[in-house]
RNA sequence: UGACCCAUGGUGUAAUUGGCAACACAUCGGUUUUUGGUACCGACAUUCUAGGUUCGAGUCCUAGUGGGUCAACCA
C-alpha cells in the first residue's frame, strides 16, 4: 500500500476528508467508541474499536471511551472494567477521556426542558400498549397522542414531577413532538425519558427518570464535540432523529454515519445470545474460549495485533457480510507463525524403544526455537532410549503416501536420528502398545553424511525428561456457519457437542514445564497453543489457539 | 404493500472517480523443505438483469430483480 501513488480510501476516511478540505470544526476529527456496560465486548466491537480509534490516529485525533449507561437495568460495573481491559488488550488508549452517558444526566435533563420549552415535547400517559397502537405501521400513519397539545407549562410540571419521583414506573413518558405520519417509525413521537425506579451502576438511586439512546447518545456526541459518530448501518433510521434533536436542541453538529456490522462464520455476536451461553452454562463463562468475546479470543491465545490485522483485512463498507473463518485464522497463523517458540509435544503418546540405542544413556540434542527469528536460540531436547510419538504417526498398514513411521520404514526425529522400525506390539485388543525401532548412529541432525533417505519427520519427546501436560482442544461452539440465521431453529440447536476435548496425558519436553501463562506455543506438526492462566507449576494447562494447515489430513478427509 | 440502505470471483474488499477488473483468504495443482508448517510459482470473474448516454460504463441515467433494516418505556 505504502509504495502506491494513492491510496484507496474507504467511504468513511472520504467523508473525513472532505470534511478536512472544507475545513469543517477547524479540521478536527474526534471519535468515539460508546459500548453500553451489558456485557462483555466480541469481535463484532473490535471492528468499531479500530475503526474509530485507527481514524483518529490516521488523521491524527481523538477517540473518547464512553460508556452508554442509561439502561440501569442491565448494567453493571464489573462490565465496564472487562470492557476497559479489553480495549487495553488491543492496543488502543483513550487516555485521560473515559466518559459516561450518566455523567450527563443533569445536562440532557436541562435539555429536555428546552425542547418542552421549544413546544417539541409533551408528557405522555398512554400505556405501552395504546402508544404502539397509535405508533401505526411501515406503510399506514400513526395518530396523534390525545395529549400532544398539552400546554407547555402543564408538561414542564408533569416532567418535573416524574424527576421528582411523584409517578410510578411506566405511568408517563416525555416524548418528542416529531411527525407521527413519517415514513419512519422512529420519528412518530419517539420516546426520550422513561420513568424507571432501578438502581444506576454509577448514579444509585439519584434518578428515577432515565433518557432513552436517542436521547443520549447524540447529546452525548454533541457535548463531547465529537465530530464522527460511527455506527453500524441498524441505525440509520436513528440518524433522522439524531439530527432533528441536534437542530432541535441548538447543540454541537455531531454527524453520525453508518457502516456494515461484522459477521463471521460460526460466531454469533448478539449479546443477548451470548449471555444465554453463559448462563445456561453452555460454555465456561464470557471468557471460555469458544466464545466470540474478546476475552474469550485472548484465552484461546489469539494475539491481538492478529485481531487488528483481521479488521484491517475485512474492510470497511455498507454491504451485509459474512466473513470466512477461515480469514481469521489465517491471520492469527500468520501472526503466530513469526511469534510463537516451537516445541515438541506428543498429544497422543506411543511408546517406541530404540533397541539399538544403550540402556541407561541419554544425549542432549540442541533445537531451533523459531525458524523464522532472524538471530536463532536453541534449547536443549534429551534424548535416550525409549522415546514417544504421537499415536497418529505410525500405521501398520499405511496407505499411499503416508511418509511416517510403519513396519520396515525409515523416519526421521526432528533434531535427532534416522530410525527403522523394526517391529510392534500388540495388546490383546489388537492396539499397538509400542514400537521397536533402530537407530542408525551416522545420521544425528546436523552431522548426517549417511546418505540413508527417510520420507517424513516427525516430533517426539524422551522419556526422560518429559512432563504430563493437560491440553484443551476446542472447536467451533457451532456446528452451522450460521446459526442464528435459520428461521424456525434456534441457535442453540446448532451447538456443537464436541467442541471442547480434553486431554490429559499428553506428553511435552522439559522446557514447558515452567512455561508462563498466556505464551503461544508450536507445537511442532501440531498447532498453536497457550499456556492458560490457571496453569501452575503443578500442571501445565494448554488451549489450542489454531490447528496447523494439514495438507495431509484434508487430503485423507476427501477421500472419505 | 411504505421509507431507507445495499448489490464486483466461493468469501471479503480494490479499481487513481468514465479508460487494460486488482489484492487477500479459500479451493485446486506444482516447487522448496529435517514441521505434510513456512516460503515460492501457477489456475480460478460475461462486475444482479434489461435498456440508455458515451469513442469508451463496474462506475452515469431509467426500469426491474434480489438481499437487508425499521412498528422495545433496549442500546
Request: charged share 30%; glycine share 6%; proline share 5%.
Amino acid at each position: 500500500m505504502e509504495n502506491k501513488e494513492y491510496e484507496s480510501k474507504n467511504f468513511i476516511e472520504e467523508i473525513i476528508e472532505e470534511d478536512l478540505k472544507s475545513g469543517k470544526h477547524g479540521g478536527r476529527v474526534h471519535t468515539r467508541f460508546p459500548p453500553e456496560p451489558n456485557g462483555f465486548l466480541h469481535i463484532g466491537h473490535a471492528k468499531a474499536i479500530c475503526l474509530n480509534f485507527g481514524l483518529a490516529e490516521k488523521y491524527n485525533g481523538k477517540t473518547n471511551l464512553r460508556f452508554d449507561d442509561t439502561n440501569p437495568a442491565t448494567e453493571e460495573t464489573a462490565y465496564v472494567e472487562a470492557i476497559k481491559k479489553d480495549i487495553k488488550w488491543l492496543g488502543f488508549d483513550w487516555e485521560d477521556r473515559e466518559y459516561y452517558a450518566s455523567d450527563y444526566f443533569p445536562q440532557l435533563y436541562a435539555f429536555a426542558h428546552k425542547l418542552i420549552d421549544k413546544g417539541l415535547a409533551y408528557v405522555d400517559d398512554l400505556t405501552a400498549e395504546q402508544m404502539a397502537e397509535q405508533k401505526g405501521t411501515p406503510t399506514t400513519p400513526g395518530v396523534n397522542s390525545p395529549n400532544r397539545d398539552r400546554s407547555i407549562e402543564e408538561n414542564k410540571q408533569l416532567f418535573t414531577e416524574m424527576k421528582e419521583g411523584k409517578h410510578a414506573d411506566g405511568s408517563l413518558v416525555l416524548r418528542a413532538k416529531v411527525d407521527m405520519a413519517s415514513p419512519n417509525m422512529l420519528m412518530r413521537d419517539p420516546i426520550l425519558y422513561r420513568i424507571k425506579r432501578e438502581t444506576h451502576h454509577r448514579t444509585g438511586d439519584d434518578w428515577c427518570i432515565y433518557p432513552m439512546y436517542d436521547f443520549a447518545h447524540g447529546q452525548s456526541d454533541s457535548i463531547e464535540e465529537i465530530t464522527h459518530s460511527l455506527c453500524s448501518l441498524e441505525f440509520r433510521h436513528h440518524r433522522d432523529l439524531y439530527d432533528w434533536l441536534i437542530q432541535s436542541l441548538e447543540i454541537f453538529p455531531s454527524m453520525q454515519r453508518e457502516f456494515s456490522r461484522m459477521n463471521v462464520e460460526y460466531m454469533i455476536t448478539s449479546k443477548r445470545k451470548l449471555l444465554k451461553l453463559v448462563t445456561e452454562g453452555h460454555v465456561t463463562g464470557w471468557d471460555d474460549p469458544r466464545m466470540p468475546t474478546l476475552s474469550g479470543l485472548r484465552k484461546k491465545g489469539y494475539p491481538p495485533v492478529a485481531i487488528r490485522n483481521f479488521i484491517d483485512k475485512v474492510g470497511m463498507t455498507k454491504r451485509e457480510n459474512l466473513i470466512d473463518l477461515s480469514l481469521l485464522e489465517f491471520c492469527v497463523r500468520e501472526e503466530l507463525n513469526k511469534q510463537a517458540d516451537r516445541v515438541n509435544v506428543v498429544l497422543d503418546p506411543l511408546k517406541v524403544v530404540i533397541t539399538n540405542y544403550p540402556e541407561g544413556q541419554t544425549e542432549t540434542l540442541k533445537a531451533l526455537n523459531n525458524p523464522e527469528d532472524e538471530e536463532p536460540t536453541y534449547r536443549e531436547l534429551t534424548f535416550g532410549r525409549e522415546i514417544y510419538i504421537d499415536r497418529k504417526d505410525f500405521m501398520i498398514d499405511p496407505p499411499k503416501k503416508y511418509f511416517r513411521m510403519a513396519p520396515e520404514r525409515n523416519v526421521r526425529l526432528k533434531y535427532a536420528y534416522i530410525l527403522n522400525c523394526e517391529k510392534y506390539v500388540l495388546d490383546e485388543n489388537g492396539k499397538v502398545t509400542e514400537v521397536h525401532c533402530s537407530y542408525y548412529t551416522n545420521t544425528k541432525s546436523g552431522e548426517d553424511n549417511s546418505g540413508i533417505k527417510a520420507k517424513g519427520t516427525l516430533h517426539w519427546v524422551g522419556a526422560e525428561g518429559s512432563v504430563q501436560v493437560k491440553v484443551n482442544l476446542y472447536e467451533n461452539l457451532f456446528t452451522d456457519p450460521t446459526p442464528d440465521a435459520h428461521e424456525g431453529k434456534d441457535y442453540l440447536e446448532f451447538i456443537n457437542p464436541d467442541s471442547l476435548q480434553v486431554i490429559d496425558g499428553a506428553l511435552a519436553e522439559a522446557s514447558l514445564a515452567s512455561a508462563a501463562p498466556g505464551t503461544v506455543f508450536q507445537f511442532m506438526r501440531t498447532g498453536y497453543f497457550v499456556v492458560d492462566e490457571s496453569s501452575t507449576t503443578d500442571e501445565v494447562v494448554f488451549n489450542r489457539t489454531v490447528s496447523l494447515k494439514d495438507s495431509w489430513a484434508k487430503k485423507q478427509a476427501k477421500k472419505s
